[in-house]
């Protein structure tokens, strides 16, 4: 047929800005904040890790503003896919899709394998994999049914988070303020306390930013979700204003309570990161201290929440990648096929089927697996965000080139050129200096090396692999598709 039927399948915009919010939330709230952020504190001191995440998070609101301003001007689920492909080359699309794909696929797996670990609490008799299995299970038939079920649920799942947060900042401040009944207050005193609030140097900092990085990381979900939302001019600027400030203030706070209340020497901090002990989490030492007998407990079940709930975000926004992939003829013509409500599941079985990945766990180990899942999957999203930071720049360019309105654009990332030009240097240093301690010393730790920075040179190949093959080049200005967004 010449046209497509008017009953063709296709997908729903049926996400509403709290959906939106959610969802990025979801995927960036999770084990960063609940366990990392005690290690960032003995690292780099109270201020250094204050100081680390503020800056992290200045980067990733001028991210979050780049991506805002293409997605609400053409709101596909593709997106920075989408977007390097239209505004920097077909080959760093094509590659930055697959890189993306990849990523949460694997960090499905990842996070299925951290369940079982913390599954193990409650029942330590039970094989992991059967808790693996039932929890992919769960999430495969969450995003099977709609991706308004998916929106709901994942809803759910973030507001469980977004509710321990909240309760454990105001524990906090009403602990340091001396308002908590039978809870002597420190005031101040941690900040000064040995060689805080500054521990390390700069070197520590370094470190601590690279960690900042990486639990910030699925705030660019909101970028795919996108293609479904209902009136994505209005949504995405709304989902985007609210996002940034809301994560931003969740984590600057945690880390302000924990280091105020928790000197920055405390052992308990360190080997909540080393053991990856949900009983010494800094959020459970302050819920005991204020009387809360079953804190670890509730804790173990709000870090099952985050992880099912950035499984979850994962899920759906790998399968919606892999999908536009198939559409743009980058992936195999199967996967763009969409059930009668929308959901392409070919695209959705693959993604599942690399969720799998976490059944590793039953010949080698779940701590194990669970390293080498993170550290596969760990640079490519810092990789996602240097590809924004270029398409954006790169789409504004082509725009007033074009001759079209600043005015028009739904939403205006403030700042240009600064904004998009420093959220990528800041965040190719934090990229090439992830592990540049493997390069120090007498012998150069080559196995950390491989581990840390494995995902750059795949990148690399896919993308100068297809330029070669297909002799793509870089899209003029004069070029661009920067027409305004006409549907699917």
Same mark, same amino acid.
């Not at 709230?29 to 990392?36: N, Q, R, V």
């Not at 990528?424 to 240093?429: I, K």
């Not at 301690?437 to 196995?447: K, L, N, P, S």
């Given at each position: 047929?010449?046209?497509?039927?008017?009953?063709?399948?296709?997908?729903?915009?049926?996400?509403?800005?709290?959906?939106?919010? *959610? %969802?990025?939330?979801?995927?960036?709230?999770?084990?960063?904040?609940?366990?990392?952020?005690?290690? /960032?504190?003995?690292?780099?001191?109270?201020?250094?890790?204050?100081?680390?995440?503020?800056?992290?998070?200045?980067?990733?609101?001028?991210?979050?503003?780049?991506?805002?301003?293409?997605?609400?001007?053409?709101?596909?689920?593709?997106?920075?896919?989408?977007?390097?492909?239209?505004?920097?080359?077909?080959?760093?699309?094509?590659?930055?899709?697959?890189?993306?794909?990849?990523?949460?696929?694997?960090?499905?797996?990842?996070?299925?394998?951290?369940?079982?670990?913390?599954?193990?609490?409650?029942?330590?008799?039970? #094989?992991?994999?059967?808790?693996?299995?039932? =929890?992919?299970? &769960?999430?495969?038939?969450?995003?099977?049914?709609?991706?308004?079920?998916?929106?709901?649920?994942?809803?759910?799942?973030? &507001?469980?988070?977004?509710?321990?947060?909240?309760?454990?900042?105001?524990?906090?401040?009403?602990?340091?303020?001396?308002?908590?009944?039978?809870?002597?207050?420190?005031?101040?005193?941690?900040?000064?306390?040995?060689?805080?609030?500054?521990? @390390? @140097?700069?070197?520590?900092?370094?470190?601590?930013? *690279?960690?900042?990085?990486?639990?910030?990381?699925?705030?660019?979900?909101?970028?795919?979700?996108?293609?479904?939302?209902?009136?994505?001019?209005? /949504?995405?600027?709304?989902?985007?204003?609210?996002?940034?400030?809301?994560?931003?203030?969740?984590?600057?706070?945690? +880390?302000?309570?924990?280091?105020?209340?928790?000197?920055?020497?405390?052992?308990?901090?360190?080997?909540?990161?080393?053991?990856?002990?949900?009983?010494?989490?800094?959020?459970?030492?302050?819920?005991?201290?204020?009387?809360?007998?079953?804190?670890?407990?509730?804790?173990?079940?709000?870090?099952? /929440?985050?992880?099912?709930?950035?499984? #979850?975000?994962?899920?759906?926004?790998?399968?919606?990648?892999?999908?536009?992939?198939?559409?743009?003829?980058?992936?195999?013509?199967?996967?763009?096929?969409?059930?009668?409500?929308?959901?392409?599941?070919?695209?959705?079985?693959?993604?599942?089927?690399?969720?799998?990945?976490?059944?590793?766990?039953?010949?080698?180990?779940?701590?194990?697996?669970?390293?080498?899942? &993170?550290? /596969?999957?760990?640079?490519?999203?810092?990789?996602?965000?240097?590809? +924004?930071?270029?398409?954006?720049?790169?789409?504004?360019?082509?725009?007033?080139?074009?001759?079209?309105?600043?005015?028009?654009?739904?939403?205006?990332?403030?700042? =240009?050129?600064?904004?998009?030009?420093?959220?990528?240097?800041?965040?190719?240093? %934090?990229?090439?200096?992830?592990?540049?301690?493997?390069?120090?010393?007498?012998?150069?730790?080559?196995?950390?090396?491989?581990?840390?920075?494995?995902?750059?040179?795949?990148?690399?190949?896919?993308?100068?692999?297809?330029?070669?093959?297909?002799?793509?080049?870089?899209?003029?200005?004069?070029?661009?598709?920067?027409?305004?967004?006409?549907?699917?």
């Amino acid at each position: 047929m010449a046209s497509p039927h008017p009953a063709t399948p296709h997908l729903q915009r049926k996400l509403k800005a709290r959906h939106l919010n *959610m %969802i990025a939330i979801g995927g960036s709230i999770g084990t960063g904040l609940f366990l990392a952020s005690g290690s /960032t504190i003995a690292a780099a001191g109270p201020a250094g890790a204050l100081l680390a995440y503020a800056l992290i998070g200045v980067m990733v609101f001028f991210l979050m503003t780049s991506l805002g301003e293409m997605a609400a001007y053409q709101p596909v689920s593709g997106s920075f896919s989408t977007y390097g492909e239209r505004y920097v080359e077909k080959g760093f699309g094509f590659a930055l899709g697959w890189n993306f794909w990849y990523n949460w696929a694997v960090t499905i797996a990842a996070e299925l394998v951290a369940a079982q670990i913390i599954m193990s609490f409650w029942f330590p008799e039970v #094989n992991g994999i059967v808790w693996s299995g039932g =929890f992919l299970l &769960l999430m495969f038939l969450l995003n099977v049914i709609s991706v308004k079920g998916f929106g709901e649920s994942e809803f759910w799942f973030s &507001l469980v988070k977004v509710i321990a947060v909240i309760i454990f900042i105001g524990l906090g401040l009403a602990s340091i303020f001396g308002l908590m009944h039978g809870v002597q207050s420190p005031g101040f005193s941690n900040w000064t306390h040995g060689d805080a609030p500054f521990v @390390g @140097g700069l070197q520590a900092m370094v470190g601590v930013a *690279m960690i900042a990085g990486f639990s910030f990381q699925g705030t660019e979900l909101i970028g795919v979700a996108a293609g479904e939302s209902e009136n994505p001019k209005k /949504t995405i600027p709304l989902a985007i204003k609210q996002l940034f400030w809301r994560i931003l203030m969740f984590y600057i706070l945690a +880390i302000f309570v924990i280091g105020t209340l928790i000197p920055y020497d405390d052992p308990r901090l360190l080997q909540a990161a080393s053991n990856n002990d949900i009983t010494v989490s800094p959020f459970t030492l302050l819920f005991e201290r204020a009387g809360f007998a079953f804190a670890a407990s509730v804790m173990n079940a709000v870090i099952l /929440t985050a992880i099912l709930s950035a499984g #979850n975000s994962g899920m759906y926004a790998s399968t919606r990648m892999l999908y536009n992939l198939a559409k743009e003829g980058n992936a195999p013509r199967i996967f763009a096929r969409l059930s009668k409500n929308g959901v392409p599941r070919y695209a959705l079985l693959a993604t599942t089927l690399i969720g799998g990945l976490c059944f590793l766990s039953t010949f080698i180990g779940d701590k194990q697996v669970y390293v080498w899942l &993170l550290n /596969t999957s760990g640079m490519c999203g810092f990789i996602v965000w240097l590809g +924004i930071a270029v398409a954006h720049y790169r789409f504004r360019k082509g725009y007033i080139a074009q001759g079209y309105q600043l005015s028009d654009l739904p939403y205006r990332a403030k700042f =240009f050129p600064f904004g998009p030009l420093f959220a990528f240097g800041l965040c190719l240093f %934090i990229t090439l200096g992830q592990n540049y301690q493997a390069f120090m010393g007498e012998h150069i730790d080559w196995q950390g090396i491989i581990s840390a920075y494995i995902s750059i040179p795949i990148f690399l190949a896919i993308w100068l692999g297809y330029r070669f093959k297909y002799k793509t080049r870089f899209v003029p200005y004069a070029e661009m598709d920067v027409r305004p967004y006409r549907g699917d």
